[in-house]
Each structure stands twice: as C-alpha cells, then as structure tokens.
T-cell receptor, first 113, second 111 residues
Framework: DTAVSQTPKYLVTQMGNDKSIKCEQNLGHDTMYWYKQDSKKFLKIMFS???????INETVPNRFSPKSPDKAHLNLHINSLELGDSAVYFC????????????FGPGTRLLVL | EDKVVQSPLSLVVHEGDTVTLNCSYEVTNFRSLLWYKQEKKAPTFLFMLTSSGIEKKSGRLSSILDKKELFSILNITATQTGDSAVYLCSVTRSGNTPLVFGKGTRLSVIA
C-alpha cells in the first residue's frame, strides 16, 4: 500500500501553461507539505497544511496555489509555468505538527519547455 | 539566519569502509534533527534526534546529536553499494516553523 502518492510522476509542458499535481496520503496524518527540489538537489519547503488549513507559505510566487479539499489530500496548482519551475516536487505528510517525522511521496518531475 | 551545513558535500568510498557524515546547525529554538536518505526518488526517514549524547542505531547506521556543539554525525559501517545515496540533514524548530534542510552529502560506495 502506498502511504503518500503523487500524480503524475512526470509532467512535461510548455511555458505559460497551467498544470496541477495531486497528492494523497492514507496514513491518517494531519499535516501535509509541498517541497521543491531543484537541479542541485537542494530541498526547500513551499507550503504546509494542517487539517486543511494553510500554516506555512514560504516565499513562493503566487502562481503556485495549494488546495486541500480534505486532510488526506493536498494538491498543487501552478499557473503560467516558467522555465525556472522545472524541478522535482515532493509531497510529504506527518502525524502532527512540523516537528514530526515526515513521510515523502515519490515526487513529480516537472519539465517546462 | 537559520542554517544547516553538511559535510562533506560528496564522498567516494569502497565497500566495507566506514563513513562519517557531518551536520552542523545554527537555528533558533532548536527542537530536533532528522536524517534522511535519498536515492533516486523521495527521501526516506532514517533517524530523529532530540537529546544530546544518545546514540540511535539501525543496523549498520547510527547517529548521535551534540546540542552543545550544535552538530550531529551519521555513521555507516561496512558500507555496501546500496548505501550510495544523498544523505539529508534537517532541523526542526519550536512553533509552526518549517524544517531547514542542509544541501546533503552524496555518498558513492564502489565495489
């Protein structure tokens, strides 16, 4: 059984398009996250939701909009994609607050052409 | 500014060698330090350390935290090619503040 799943695994798209990445966790966790990992493998948090409520919103362009329909799902919508958005996006979840051990999804590799 | 620094950035060893990876940090309101292993895909959790001087072990891997000197080490004994990965260190802080990640140490174990 997959604990944290993301779709799609790969996403190739043109600049200017709008795309979404979906994330679901079946661990019963309260908190979910989106991370971006760039080509240099540096992992950086983007957003965190706790029980559907946004608790962390790092310095991310407002073209990125997370949506949490319920605490098991946290989707990431990106408008007007740019070349610099190319990266691997990881979803993660944890039982409680940000201090808890986080479990990562397999990642979505986004390539903007 | 909060920061987590890992060293070395990369390391190449032979199977059977023992390696020590370092993670030093400067953060306000430190709460815990976590180690992750990242192979080709997502990071997987290894250890969470909150108390100084208490070693955590899992098979050939072990880790310890020194809250006075603000660092942690991750030891891997009798390395195997399957240990090849990027090892990430992250630090959590009190309150609703995000984890701070280091840039990772890329370990390559050759046969």
């Amino acid at each position: 059984d997959t604990a944290v799943s993301q779709t799609p695994k790969y996403l190739v798209t043109q600049m200017g398009n709008d795309k979404s990445i979906k994330c679901e966790q079946n661990l019963g966790h309260d908190t979910m996250y989106w991370y971006k990992q760039d080509s240099k493998k540096f992992l950086k948090i983007m957003f965190s939701y706790n029980n559907k409520e946004l608790i962390i919103n790092e310095t991310v362009p407002n073209r990125f909009s997370p949506k949490s329909p319920d605490k098991a799902h946290l989707n990431l919508h990106i408008n007007s994609l740019e070349l610099g958005d190319s990266a691997v996006y990881f979803c993660a979840s944890s039982q409680g607050s940000l201090q808890e051990t986080q479990y990562f999804g397999p990642g979505t590799r986004l390539l903007v052409l | 500014e909060d920061k987590v620094v890992q060293s070395p950035l990369s390391l190449v060893v032979h199977e059977g060698d023992t390696v020590t990876l370092n993670c030093s940090y400067e953060v306000t309101n430190f709460r815990s330090l976590l180690w992750y292993k990242q192979e080709k895909k997502a990071p997987t959790f290894l250890f969470m350390l909150t108390s100084s001087g208490i070693e955590k072990k899992s098979g050939r891997l072990s880790s310890i935290l020194d809250k006075k000197e603000l660092f942690s080490i991750l030891n891997i004994t009798a390395t195997q090619t399957g240990d090849s990965a990027v090892y990430l260190c992250s630090v959590t802080r009190s309150g609703n503040t995000p984890l701070v990640f280091g840039k990772g140490t890329r370990l390559s174990v050759i046969a």
